[in-house]
């Protein structure tokens, strides 16, 4: 079955500071893999998703995440993080085992905490 | 702006009760949209795939006749949970596929919350 894994619950840097949110994925197959930001309370919003081609991909807000099938990581990179980045941050993969790529199964999520 | 609007955006209902929360796609003509629920501070959980003029296909463990979704229309899907208990409180969100098939939509949430 299909399986997503964000290893940290918590992170927390400083505003100015790089970014990394991890992800790892089970798939049997090619899989389609997005990254999503939600504030608190609030619905989801799509920060970047990869389908094929280049595995670097750049997302809004100054994201982006590189697919290294080896690793079976998705992780998520920001150069600087501004305060207004603080948010939960779920990993999520979809694909044809899950009848589809937009039935997506969600990583627990990290909360991002930027200290100013 | 918001391409997939949910109503209400939060609800009380008392226990025994039922209550209904649309899904709309403002944009677009959505033949499939996505039913999700999340426990605070949890992730999403997959509840079941709606689709446009045929039954919802509902995930192991979710009950279909308790939470039942209907997809009368290309832009909308409606949630009803009904005779909801305390422990159907949640957040519930829902999203909906373009006709490509590229890309979803999610929509805002609807918190219920059952007293």
């Known amino acids: 079955a299909q399986s997503v894994t964000q290893p940290d619950i918590h992170i927390t840097v400083s505003e100015g500071a790089s970014l990394e949110l991890r992800c790892n994925y089970s798939y049997g197959a090619t899989p389609y893999l997005f990254w999503y930001v939600q504030s608190p309370g609030q619905g989801l919003q799509l920060l970047l998703k990869?389908?094929?081609?280049?595995?670097l991909v750049q997302g809004i807000k100054g994201f982006e995440a590189e697919f290294k099938r080896s690793q079976s990581s998705f992780n998520l990179r920001k150069p600087s993080v501004h305060w207004s980045d603080a948010a939960e941050y779920f990993c999520?993969?979809?694909?044809?085992?899950?009848?589809?790529?937009?039935?997506?199964?969600f990583g627990t999520g990290t909360q991002l905490k930027v200290e100013l | 702006g918001a391409v997939v609007s949910q109503h209400p955006s939060w609800v009380i209902c008392k226990s025994g009760t039922s209550v209904k929360i649309e899904c709309r796609s403002l944009d677009f003509q959505a033949t499939t949209m996505f039913w999700y629920r999340q426990f605070p501070k949890q992730s999403l959980m997959l509840m079941a795939t709606s689709n446009e003029g045929s039954k919802a296909t509902y995930e192991q463990g979710v009950e279909k006749d308790k939470f039942l979704i209907n997809h009368a229309s290309l832009t909308l899907s409606t949630l009803t949970v009904t005779s909801a208990h305390p422990e159907d409180s949640s957040f519930y969100i829902c999203s909906a596929e373009d006709p490509s098939g590229n890309t979803i939509y999610f929509g805002e949430g609807s918190w219920l919350t059952v007293v």
């Open positions: 990869y389908f094929s081609g280049d595995t």
């Open positions: 999520a993969v979809g694909g044809i085992l899950t009848g589809g790529g937009n039935k997506l199964t």
